[in-house]
């Protein structure tokens, strides 16, 4: 075990020191490696000196919200849940905008929120003011009447603070739970989602649906109980298809997105897309509210939080791109110090460009650059494996940053 951990901290000292041409070099290595057994993943190239820091201008507000997406769902320890209660009840008390908790199934990733709703419903109670939202709904996955009233229950135990993010699915295990033919929707998920989503609104609002009966012929649908909020608020997840930011615009949802496998430019692209596609549709372009899922800690030190992060984050990126091997990721045909170098190099790039990582001075320069992106809200993922008391002094440190930005743009 110390060599292994003595070895690893060698990959993590050489990685650090690679150049852009060395890393180049070992990435045509490896690819030559594995070419005869298929694709395989990208190992992160170098994303050059950090940019200078930058500090809040006058004016820039954001949003800030809390988001819950654990990478282990099998452990057997008691109290798995005790982290989401306690930073609900912070976030809560400090006035974050939302808390946010997944749909997963049948994997250690996200293991731990196979039916949002039933969380949901356990935050409804403990919590008085927070937005609860589901990040995200897929769905494909259930009958459109009973997203209705799971929802509609927790948006009463609430007192109307509920709203839902849909996603079309992506993980074909995961469609054995959809309703039908399960090969059928998994390749239609998309329009099936807008579909769903559209019916779901309709039932939201009190009309009567009607649906097929168990004979064929049509059966009056209206769902009980009646929900608090006249409109269920939704988002619409996406991580990368153009085509659906703009589809978000046009029904007037707000949408959920991410940095991983997006470049900046590509993400204000998107984003400008939804927004011309909601005043297309009639709808007022600036009142979406685009949402940024990050990984997030934030400490007194620099380099404290660095070390801090570093072994929880890279093994939640492994955990991540193990559960990818289903969809020919190729990260089973990396060695062990292969992995570790590329996962050292995903951190780097995390640390530095891509995650809510540092101090809340350090922060401003990170939050700035999301809003030049046209983002308005920050949905921060913080368990990610750092010791759930470290997760909670860090949200002190978190709720300092949201108190500079003051967020004002509220729900849309």
């Known amino acids: 075990m110390a060599e292994a951990t003595a070895s690893r901290d060698e990959l993590q000292r050489r990685l650090a020191t690679l150049t852009p041409q060395q890393r180049a070099a070992f990435e045509r290595r490896r690819r030559e490696r594995a070419a005869a057994a298929g694709p395989v993943p990208a190992v992160p190239q170098a994303s050059g000196p950090a940019a200078p820091r930058r500090r809040r201008r006058p004016g820039s507000t954001m949003d800030f919200s809390v988001f819950f997406f654990s990478g282990d769902g099998s452990s057997v320890e008691e109290n798995r849940y005790d982290l989401l209660l306690e930073c609900a009840r912070i976030a809560d008390r400090e006035g974050f905008a939302g808390i946010w908790v997944p749909e997963r199934h049948f994997v250690d990733f996200g293991g731990l929120y196979p039916n949002p709703s039933v969380i949901a419903a356990a935050l409804a109670v403990a919590t008085e003011r927070i937005q609860i939202r589901a990040g995200s709904v897929a769905l494909p996955l259930h009958h459109p009447a009973r997203i209705a009233e799971e929802w509609s229950v927790v948006d009463n135990l609430s007192h109307g603070r509920v709203a839902i993010s849909a996603a079309s699915g992506w993980h074909p295990d995961d469609f054995v739970l959809a309703p039908g033919d399960g090969a059928q929707v998994y390749q239609d998920r998309k329009n099936v989602m807008f579909s769903r989503l559209e019916t779901v609104q309709r039932l939201w609002a009190g009309e009567t649906v009607e649906m097929p009966g168990i004979t064929g012929t049509p059966t009056a649908v209206r769902t009980l109980p009646r929900p608090i909020q006249p409109r269920l608020p939704v988002w619409v997840s996406s991580q990368g298809s153009i085509d659906t930011f703009v589809q978000a615009g046009r029904v007037g949802a707000n949408l959920l997105t991410g940095l991983v496998a997006q470049q900046p430019e590509q993400v204000k692209a998107k984003i400008a897309a939804y927004r011309q596609a909601r005043a297309d549709a009639g709808h007022d372009p600036d009142a979406g509210v685009v949402t940024a899922m990050v990984h997030t ?103 300092e940053l949201k108190n500079r930005y003051q967020g004002t743009r509220g729900v849309a």
């Open 297 to 399: 800690f934030l400490g007194s030190d620099l380099d404290e939080v660095r070390e801090i992060v570093r072994r929880p984050l890279i093994d939640y990126l492994g955990t991540f791109l193990r559960q990818q091997d289903s969809t020919g990721s190729g990260y089973a045909l990396l060695s062990e110090a292969e992995r570790e170098v590329m996962l050292s190099a995903t951190f780097d790039r995390y640390f530095d460009h891509l995650a809510l990582l540092g101090t809340p001075d350090t922060g401003e320069s990170f939050v700035e650059d999301l809003i030049d992106l046209d983002i308005d809200e920050v949905a921060c993922l913080v368990d990610f494996g750092v010791a759930p008391d470290l997760v909670i002094e860090g949200l002190t440190h978190l709720t």
